[in-house]
């Protein structure tokens, strides 16, 4: 039974070049979360995927931000035209289908990016 | 507008000391869910516990003890006989069962260090 999975794990990058991350969610796990945290904070809440459905985005997600979720299997989130604030650690996570609202998120562990 | 506070931000014990890591929650909705999540230096973010809010009920598990007081809207975490292990960030977390179900909102964390 394998975890959230990301990658990749580390990435610096110079200011204006475009990073993707991936994940892979837990198998059978219908919805999947993005989220940011930076240093000394817990994590803000960016985008969710319901199967391949992207049904919010949080105003934290700029235009340079897209995710995607093509097949409502892994998802991949692009920053185009990176900035230094962009420099957190991206966290993905799933949880399964909606039998209750209650259902545990479980997360990956983490896309550390780096913008010099 | 859902809110955590974390009060503590740091917290350093010498070993087999008790420790509590408190949690104050603040939400309009009178259906919600509680947990805590461990983050070790790798940056995983480990599910330890959920709660419903219709469950008052304190919980044990091994060295770790939750107790939720919704009078107080508290949600505080024990380890008993802390261990060096134990070191790592604390969050809790909150989320709602209205129309923001899958969202989490998090506390900024409680860094807690466990001295041999």
């Known amino acids: 039974d394998t975890g959230v999975s990301q990658n990749p794990r580390h990435k610096i990058t110079k200011r204006g070049q475009n990073v993707t991350f991936r994940c892979d969610p837990i198998?059978?796990?219908?919805?999947l979360y993005w989220y940011r945290q930076t240093l000394g904070q817990g994590p803000e809440f960016l985008t969710y995927f319901q199967n391949e459905a992207q049904l919010e985005k949080s105003r934290l997600l700029s235009d340079r931000f897209s995710a995607e979720r093509p097949k409502g299997s892994f998802s991949t989130l692009e920053i185009q035209r990176t900035e230094q604030g962009d420099s957190a650690m991206y966290l993905c996570?799933?949880?399964?289908?909606?039998?209750?609202?209650?259902?545990?998120?479980?997360f990956g562990e983490g896309s550390w990016l780096t913008v010099v | 507008a859902q809110k955590v506070t974390q009060a503590q931000t740091e917290i350093s014990v010498v070993e087999k000391e008790d420790v509590t890591l408190d949690c104050v929650y603040e939400t309009r909705d009178t259906t919600y869910y509680l947990f805590w999540y461990k983050q070790p230096p790798s940056g995983e973010l480990v599910f330890l516990i959920r709660r419903n809010s219709f469950d008052e009920q304190n919980e044990i598990s091994g060295r770790y003890s939750w107790n939720f007081q919704k009078s107080t809207s508290s949600f505080n975490f024990t380890i008993t006989a802390s261990q060096v292990v134990d070191s790592a960030v604390y969050f809790c977390a909150l989320k709602g069962a209205g129309g923001s179900n899958y969202k989490l909102t998090f506390g900024k964390g409680t860094l807690l260090t466990v001295n041999p």
């Open positions: 198998s059978e796990h219908n919805r």
């Open positions: 996570a799933s949880s399964p289908p909606d039998s209750f609202s209650g259902n545990t998120i479980y």
